[in-house]
Structures are given as C-alpha cells and as structure tokens.
C-alpha cells in the first residue's frame, strides 16, 4: 500500500521541479518556513528600539537600545520608568523622517557583575567643512564615538553618567551607514562595526568622489567599512585608550590596527554564536544598496567584497541596477573577496529569492523555550518598503553543511505579518531572542515594542487509522476517531475544547455559505425569507476557485448576484468579482489573484444576491471554511504517531503524556469536507483551537476514507485494507 506521504513526495517533487523551471526567468518570495511563532510582548511606549540585551550578571534583566539615547531595563517583564542611561543630549538632532544617527550598540563586560563596566557606541555632531559631503546638509555632519561607562555605585539600574571615557572616534562623511553593533567575542575581546561612510555607490560615483579614489570599503587604511577589534582590559598602548590585540590582521603590516575584517557596506548587526552548543562564529549581516542583502560568518582578516560586490554578485557604482557578468575576485592586496553564506535581493528586483530593503541580523538560537529553534540563525529585514511598515522575521536552515537557506517564520496560526518596521533584535541571559520594531520609520513617537520570539509547544495528530483506509462500515461505528496528542510543553487540559473543528488542509480547501436575509445589509438585514447554500473549492497552489450555488424563495426578481470582498459580516464592499445568474448553478470556475485568493483565506470575502425588492442585496452569506466540529471528547493516554510524520502509520506506545481523543461524526465528515468526491485519495484534514489562554494552534493529518461496501462480510477486502500494517 502506499501511504499519503509517499503521494505527497512525488507531488512536491513535481511542483518542485516547475519551480525550479520558472525561477530561471521570474523572481520568487523568501518561502515561509515550518516553523510557526508567537511574539510575546515585553515592552510597549518604546520610541525606536534597536537592540537589546543582558548584562550577564545572573539578575535576568533585559536593557533596551533606544535610538533616541535612552537604556531601559525590563526586570520581570516590567519596564522600570526610569531609563538606566539617557545620552540624548550628546546626540545630533535625529531627523523626524528616518536617520540611521543616534544610540545604536551596547555591550556589557563579561565580568560586568564584578567591576560594573559596559560600552556603548553613538553619534555626535561636528561642525564639517566645505568639502564634505556632509556639510550645509540638512542633517549636518556628526562622528561615531565608542565610548566606556560605569554602572552607579549606589544603584544598580543606574549608570554613572559621570563614568565616560572615550574609547574611538572617527568622523563620517554622510548621515548613514553608521552599523554601531558592540559586542564581546569568545576571546574576550571587543568588536565594533563602521559602515562605509554613507552615501551611495562607496563615494566612488560621487564628483569628486567622496570616499577616496577605491571607496572605503575596499581601503584598508581606514576603518569605516569595517568590523574592529579591540582590548580594553590589557594596559593602553601609546596615544590609545585601549590595547590592540597582537593577532589582528594587520599589526605590524600597512592597514589600520584595529580592523579584524573589512569589505562591508553597512555591517549593521552582528552577534556570536557562542551559547551553549555553539562554536563562537561570527554572524554578520551587512546592508546592501538597490539589490541585494546578505549574511556573512567573518573570519579574521576577511574580505567581503564591497564595493566591487554586492551580496554573491558583482557591482557596478556607475550602473548599480545592473550586476556586472565579471568583476575581480580578489582585494587590493592579492587576497580572495570572501561570499556571504546567503542573500536575497529587493522588491521588484527581477531576483530571487525576494525580501525587503535591509537586512536586519540577528542571533543563534541557543536557549532552551524553543528547542525547534536550536541552532537556527534569526534575523529579519526592516521592511518590503519605506511608505508602510512592512518588517519580515526570518530564520536560515542549512539542509547540509555549508549549504543555507532563507526562510520566512509564520506568526500565529493565521500567518500574520508582523506589520511593524524592523529595528533590531534582542537576546538575553537565557538565550531567548526578541524583535524590536514600531510603527514610526524614524525615531519619534510610543510605537516602539519589544517582543519575546516564542515557538509555542505543538501536539501531534493522528486521525485513526493514520495514513491506511477507513472503510465507512460498521467497523467504525460511524465515528471517525482523532488523538490530538499532547507533547511535552503541550498540555491537553490547557486546549479550549469548545473551540475544536476540522477542515480540509492540504492544496484543496472547501469554503461554504449559506445565505439568508439576516445577513443582508451588512448584518441589519431585510427581512427577506429566501436562503441560498453555496459550495466552493479553492486550490492555493493554482488559486483556481469552483463555485456551485443554490437560491430558493427570493421575494424579488433576481437583478445580479457577485462575491463581495474585503469585509467582515457587518460591513459592505465593493465587488471582488462577478459569478454566474441570475439563478442557481454548477461547476462555475475562475483562476483568482493572489490578493483575492487571501481575501477568501482571510474569511472577507461574502456572496450577495441583489433583487428587484432589496436592490444593495436581499440576502447574503459570509464565505468560510467548511468545519466540523467533534461530538465527543475524552482525555486519554493513546498510542501516539511518529513525530512530525505528517499521514505515517507508523505509531509508538502510549508516552505517559496524556492526550484528547476526539470522535468525529463520518457522515458529517464525508458530506462537508468530501463534498469534491475526494474518496479513495489521502485527504489532509486540519485540526483547529485555542488554548484557554486565547493562543491558537493548528496540526493536521491525513486519512483515505474508503466508501462503504455492499458486502457487511467482518472479512471484506474494505475491512482488511484498514488494518495497520
């Protein structure tokens, strides 16, 4: 016999196949991930937060970046008022548009618990001179500082605003490209990043050129354009307020001391992967221009190839649209221009895969909330565009050594977006990350927000018998029996079991409406004793819809008749697009829009019969999914199936952990979810609810439903072909 997974092997191997074909001459989206997520909010009334992080000190406290110049702290999921440092005063005035200037890194001392340091990386203004980029701006010219703190001696959620030294200055030609990441490495040092300078193009398309005759990217005497590194625990070094570590790539050799490794654009955020498992690689993701976006590990000395590449492509300052077929693979000085790990391009680029316009990295996944995310790489982008925030949250999969893809998370059981513009991630002292964002493109304004990145626990499901038939005899007893099976971290007693129905998962989805005059009128209805029960398919592979409708009594003469949509069912909208009628009918069939076909996924989109007596509509009904809902439910301990084995037979021995095995009417089954004929086939059913703290899961299954025979014999074929085997 062969099971539903085989079946689905080779469909997605088809499918896989065309998608290949077609990716060689259109772009496609970043694809979402298996992985589902839920944001849990852990600070709200934020202004622009862009990082955040632990101080090591065992107190659970998370610090908060704000853009703005402000530390806040987090203790037990409380944000305090009182910000631990506030340096807005030091800041340039941030534009109330966007700006990429302002408080941008913090790292604590991995012996912050004992001596109370911590480093911190912002801007400040300067006066500039005629022939700078910069000058007579509206922005006006500012320099990058990394500077040492202390926390106050007398409270611990204080600094001492009186503690500062300054560690490195340097000044910057534009507003922008400013990176700003601090951070201790394995070895004990500190890393900090610059971008090229800001601008476009590394200055190179400038008149004159503003970053010097080879951009600085790619000119290893000076350090923007860079990640540095440096020591701030050995003794200063002559006319330094730190040592500089004897390995760094070019001591004692032309180039600037403090580079660990250079090539970069706008290395905005990096992070170590060095929690527990990790192996301490450096994970950077650097901003690109109008193309691409990339993820790079940096190895000491390293170069990453701006501005003679963007991301695994060559780059052309005066054409930037247009990647060059060859450009030079090596730097300045012999060495090898070093490939990201991974890229995506732009919106409209004609690439893929496609994400949005900056790259926002992240951190590895080390903590212990989330196994499902264990060595995953989590990062994002800032937004598909500057008009509408627009952040997307995403995670890297390596299917073999070496070997990275992109994918996008899904938030919640609806696939939300996260609809916020991306600012930057978080981490703390558990190894649990968190997403920074608001709603404001630029550093104004309460609508920034924090969140916990959580991989709630999932069940299991196994609609008996699995993946084998289910004949429809007196075997079953009429009932279809389901185990939806408890795991550790999911505990079956926590599920709202008024809240359980079962649909069709899978390519095929089935949608009902059934249409009344109490609908009608946006909910106020019209009195009219005429209904209508309509019955749909939708392919979201091939967004083909099928529509078959039945209208019986209306009291006026049928005028028209159209799927409406967007609208929840006490609003109107406009036509979504027009059916067949006046009348009832069959097979109606139409290839939808993507926008369309997510109007109908969404539960927006409603039927509205016009007529002579009512002519807005006399009745109406709300198109939505064809459900199930169990009649009986009990908790019981079963035999679970192999985890993650979507439609196995293959099933292991009660676990201890308890389970809720529900019993669904067959018929009811058969009449509302087969309604396609879809017998002797795997059929995927989905399992939808709540837990009674509102959050909601979805697991699904398969089962080939085999009608019922003739022949009552106990030793039917029918009857045999639904043993396990």
């Not at 005063?89 to 012996?111: M, Q, T, V, Y």
């Not at 600037?256 to 929690?275: C, H, T």
């Not at 030079?328 to 004609?350: F, K, N, Q």
């Not at 967007?566 to 009918?585: R, Y």
């Amino acid at each position: 016999m062969k099971n539903c997974k085989t079946q689905m092997r080779k469909v997605a191997f088809f499918f896989t196949t065309i998608i290949v074909l077609l990716t060689s001459y259109t772009s496609a989206e970043i694809p979402k991930g298996d992985i589902v997520i839920k944001l849990e909010t852990v600070a709200t009334g934020l202004t622009a937060p862009i990082y955040a992080t632990h101080a090591g000190d065992g107190s659970g406290r998370l610090f908060i970046v704000e853009q703005s110049g402000q530390i806040r702290i987090v203790e037990n999921d409380v944000l305090l008022p009182t910000p631990f440092l506030d340096i807005a005063d030091k800041l340039p005035a941030l534009n109330a548009f966007f700006d990429e200037r302002g408080l941008l890194g913090l790292a604590f001392h991995p012996d912050y618990s004992t001596n109370g340091r911590f480093f911190i990386r912002y801007s400040v203004p300067r006066d500039g001179d005629l022939s700078e980029p910069c000058f007579g701006t509206s922005r006006g010219c500012h320099s990058a500082v990394l500077a040492e703190y202390s926390v106050s001696a007398d409270n611990p959620d204080l600094a001492d605003p009186a503690s500062e030294i300054i560690l490195f200055t340097i000044e910057e030609p534009q507003f922008n490209h400013d990176a700003g990441n601090v951070a201790f490495g394995p070895d004990g040092f500190l890393y900090f990043t610059l971008g090229d300078g800001g601008g476009a193009h590394d200055g190179l398309a400038d008149s004159p050129v503003s970053h010097g005759p080879i951009g600085n990217g790619q000119n290893i005497e000076t350090a923007l354009g860079s990640i540095l590194r440096i020591d701030v625990d050995s003794p200063p070094q002559a006319g330094l307020a730190y040592a500089i570590p004897s390995d760094n790539p070019f001591v004692g050799l032309p180039g600037v001391d403090e580079i660990y490794a250079y090539g970069m654009r706008n290395p905005y955020r990096f992070s170590f992967d060095d929690g527990p498992g990790g192996d301490g690689s450096l994970f950077l993701a650097d901003v690109g221009q109008n193309l691409f976006e990339e993820i790079n590990i940096v190895v000491k000395g390293g170069n990453y190839g701006w501005v003679v590449r963007e991301g695994f492509h060559c780059f052309d300052p005066f054409n930037p649209l247009s990647p060059p077929l060859s450009c030079p693979d090596t730097g300045p000085l012999g060495e090898p221009l070093l490939d990201p790990i991974a890229e995506y391009s732009h919106p409209g680029s004609g690439f893929s895969p496609e994400g949005g316009i900056t790259v926002i990295g992240g951190f590895v996944y080390r903590g212990s909330r989330s196994p499902s995310l264990v060595g995953k790489y989590v990062f994002g982008d800032f937004s598909g565009q500057f008009s509408v925030p627009s952040g997307r949250l995403y995670f890297l999969e390596e299917p073999t050594p070496g070997d990275y893809e992109i994918r996008e998370f899904q938030i919640g059981a609806d696939d939300l977006p996260y609809g916020l513009f991306l600012k930057g991630f978080g981490e703390d002292e558990d190894g649990d990350v968190y997403a920074c964002g608001s709603t404001a493109l630029a550093p104004v304004g309460e609508s920034g927000v924090v969140e916990r990145i959580v991989v709630p626990a999932q069940p299991t499901l196994d609609i008996k018998p699995g993946g084998c038939p289910n004949p429809l005899n007196p075997r079953s007893h009429g009932v279809l029996p389901v185990a939806l099976v408890g795991t550790e971290g999911f505990d079956v007693t926590d599920v709202d079991v008024s809240t359980l129905t079962i649909s069709r998962g899978g390519p095929v989805r089935l949608f009902t409406a059934s249409l009344d005059g109490d609908q009608a009128n946006a909910g106020a209805g019209t009195g009219s004793t005429a209904a209508g029960q309509a019955l749909m398919t939708l392919n979201i592979n091939t967004n083909e819809f099928t529509l078959g409708l039945t209208i019986e009594g209306l009291l006026g003469t049928q005028t028209a008749q159209h799927v409406h949509g967007p609208a929840m069912p006490n609003a109107n909208a406009g036509v979504l697009f027009a059916i067949p009628g006046p009348g009832s009918f069959e097979d109606f069939s139409i290839i939808l829009t993507d926008e369309q076909k997510q109007i109908i996924l969404d539960g927006l989109a409603y039927i509205n019969i016009h007529s002579s007596r009512n002519p807005p509509g006399e009745i109406r009904g709300q198109i939505l999914p064809a459900t199930v809902s169990p009649i009986r439910v009990a908790t019981e301990d079963v035999t679970a199936p192999v985890t993650g084995e979507l439609c196995d037979c293959a099933e292991t021995e009660p676990d201890g952990i308890a389970d809720l095995v529900l019993r669904f009417d067959t018929q009811d089954i058969v009449s509302k979810l087969l309604q396609d004929g879809s017998f002797n086939e795997f059929v995927v059913l989905t399992l939808n609810g709540n837990l009674l703290d509102g959050d909601a899961f979805s697991v699904s299954d398969c089962v080939r439903i085999v009608p019922p025979s003739n022949d009552r014999n106990p030793n039917s074929g029918d009857l045999n072909n639904g043993r396990r085997r």
